[in-house]
């Protein structure tokens, strides 16, 4: 087969029915074209040009293009290029990367054929493409700006940002990112490289009786099988509880479908994934426990030694059954709300390779989880050596959203190049990233919520029950914030809530953005317009007059002493609400991730490595929400320091521990870890009179948190309640049109203060797009312990077509505790938008719905489906 790849004749005399994404990643070795559906062909991250139309790579075999020309973003002219580059910068169009080079391809398409869009236009073009960070928003922004540019004939106007605090420093390797030349790990490639794949367990529920690799053995390529005896160090691992087997072995029984049961390490992907579905393994099948109230019952099977209770989260704050039957107003309903997908375009991958230090052999990881420290934890356990001899690096990720904090392929590849001496990279598909990874939580929750005459909220009494599936990720923190947060944004005297997470042998749920408090605040706001409706008050005022301020407190009892933005949202939101015929309105609270008693630090070293070159070393993650390029502006704002010199590494080796990367607890830990090293350096600089002299210091920033309290437990002697650091705040509003459509979300968001307005607003503008899919499409329902569906494209994510106008409004209340007065946006950001949401739909038609999501078309502009149609 003769083509034209870039310009250059290309002959090809191999399978004709190859791939064509598999020719240009793994023969032609071009990376810009992604992965991100495993053939679905829905996602949009293999766009490529055949003869000048934009196609899906995953879709095509290789004899489609014999006489054609493709071109890969690499391939398109310089000029291209670099306008796409700088304007997605420029606009916020870029956040974790993974999706966008398929985008910026999908792009030029556009703009041959129409030099000078339409907004619409540009909507309509990325009917193909997902984003999982963005919201879409920025993304069109980004392409009208090119686009400008292109026709112009001159580049994209360069960011006046100076790199301090509060400017629009560009995101740092944004360019990269956008041009595919950022490497994720799926990327990455070594000599000798084995590839490795795993054996799940195909029953929910079932004793394992044997394992039989005799036939993978025999599958050409294979070096290696493992299985559970072949673990070197404890076989048990966990964040919080050690309660997850990297394998299950015999005689043991498996708690979900995403159980491991052995893992193969052969020359080819191919190869590996064959040997993987010839082990042949025997079961004695028993019934699954899905239902998370039927495992609370009597004569439930126990999943765990201690039964079926995960944890109980309480609190209790006055009298609040006595205060509820005081009450002029009381409603009383269950809310239900659904697991879903995370649905970050990458997918989990490791590269693991053998690796010395000091004469001691041990490995080296390139990871794309969450927490390199606590990863290099885990697997050091696993292989049972000292942390020292684990290396862990932090390849940026494509997008996280919390489900990568636990461990998926990080212990197996470890375990596989332990084994066999030689690099493995192991890479999940679609598939299996659906099948292992935790969701979100579905919780039910049955709220009682009362008010006096003059509607003042009086009253909160709560019971939650959410099903944390198969092992205990960190489900018990989840409900207990769901727990602590039950009370929204809002003052209530008298609180008694009580959560439970339950075992089940559903798929496992953990982190995921929001963190339990996206559920208790769609059934808190949901009550809030429902007491509005019984006493004829106001919506927007009752919410202002019930408003956590300084000197209330929240449902945990903490009385919050200063920096609460919530009255400020809602001002900032008023003249929209009187104005909209059809509106729904919110507010939330969401807590920045440090706190509950547990003694939390962050770390930085700032070493000079040159006279033109500062690096950051710290131990979090960056995957789209801009944790790096914040820490760069924290520097700069300290020392003065040109942001172009400073580099960003993420290494265990440098031994700068931090914990998971969740909650923006990286804006508060190493900010104000970062700006304690700076000043240290500011001072050096000042007597230096530059870099040049300071080449080859180092200086250490740390900062602790260690006073806050436990969520329901009285605090020590003489301390009162402080059960976190430090709240967002947030108000919503959805608007509809005469026919039911969502016309315009405005979102007023207390970010204490905005470090970097055009990453804050990015942050904002795809929360509310995961926050819009949570309450109308998206949704993962368990069959008997399996998922619905192991496609992307059948999960409810929202596309460009389906996102409203964003409004994004910036309050800065300072927070007493943080950076430069900051405070965390990257959860706070969909915690209210679905209660907004239901509340604007009910508005409209006079119904309430308790259950998410609506599944509602004419929310998004649809026809009603049929009567007798299915979903």
Known sequence: MEFTLNGQARSFRGDPDLG??????????????????????VCGCCTVLVDGT???????????????????????????????????VLKGGVQCGYCTPGIVVKASALLAKHPQPTRQQVVDSLGTNICRCTGYQKVVDSILCAGEALRAGRPVPAGTATGRVGSSLAKYTGREAVLGRRVFVADMREPGMLHGALCFSEHPRARVLSIDPSAALQVPGVVKVLTATDIPGQRVVGMIFRDWPLMVTPGEETRYIGDVLAAVAAETEAAAREAAARIRVTYEVLPPVTDAFEALEPGAPWLTEKGNVLSVSEVAVGDAERALAESAFVVRDRYITQRIEHAYLEMEATLARPWKKDGETGVELFDCGQ???????QVAELLGLPERRVRVVQVQNGGGFGGKEDLSTQGHAALLCWHTGRPVRLCLTRAESIRMHPKRHPIVMDYALGCDREGRLTALVATLHSDSGAYASVGMKVIERAVAHAAGAYFVPNVAVKGTAVITNNVPCGAMRGFGVNQSCFAMESCVDELCRMGGFDRWRFRWENALTEGRSTA????????????????????????????????????????????????ARVVVEAPDRVVVHHGWCEMGQGVYTMAIQALVEETGLDPACVQVEVDTDAEVAAGMTTASRGTSLLGHAVRAAGQKLRDDLAASGGLGPLVGRAYEGEWVCDWTTKVGHAPPPGREVATHYSYGYAAQLVELDEGGRITRVTAAHDAGRIM???????????????????????????????????????????????????????????????????????????????????????????????????RDPRLLGRKPKAAGTPP
């Not at 900032?572 to 008693?597: Q, S």
């Not at 460009?800 to 946006?825: C, F, L, Q, S, T």
């Not at 915690?831 to 609506?854: H, K």
């Open 756 to 854: 970097n307005p055009v990453l804050f607003e990015g942050q904002i503008e795809g929360s509310i797009h995961m926050g819009l899919g949570y309450a109308l499409s998206e949704e993962l329902p368990s069959v008997g312990g399996w998922p619905s569906t192991f496609r992307l494209g059948e999960l409810g994510l929202l596309r460009a077509r389906d996102m409203p106008p964003v409004d994004v409004i910036g309050v800065e209340v300072p927070d007493p505790n943080g950076p430069y007065g900051a405070k965390g946006v990257g959860e706070i950001g969909l915690v209210p938008t679905a209660p907004a949401v239901a509340n604007a739909l009910c508005a409209f038609d006079g119904i309430r719905r308790t259950s998410l999501p609506l």
């Open 20 to 41: 064509l994404l598999c020719y240009l990643r793994e023969v032609a070795g071009l990376l810009s074209p992604k992965d991100g559906c495993s053939g679905e062909g």
């Open 371 to 377: 927490g390199v420290y606590e990863d290099r934890r």
């Open 556 to 603: 945990t009892g903490q009385v919050l002493r200063g920096g609460v933005g919530v009255r400020a949202c809602l001002e900032a939101l008023e003249p929209r609400f009187r104005a909209a015929k059809f509106a729904g309105l919110a507010a939330g609270i969401k807590n920045t991730g440090i706190g509950c008693g547990m003694p939390d630090v962050g770390r």
């Open 54 to 88: 934009a196609r899906l790579s995953c879709r095509m075999k290789l004899r489609e293009v014999e006489g054609k020309s493709v071109t890969t973003l690499e391939g398109l002219p310089a000029t291209e290029q670099d306008a796409f580059a700088d304007a997605f």
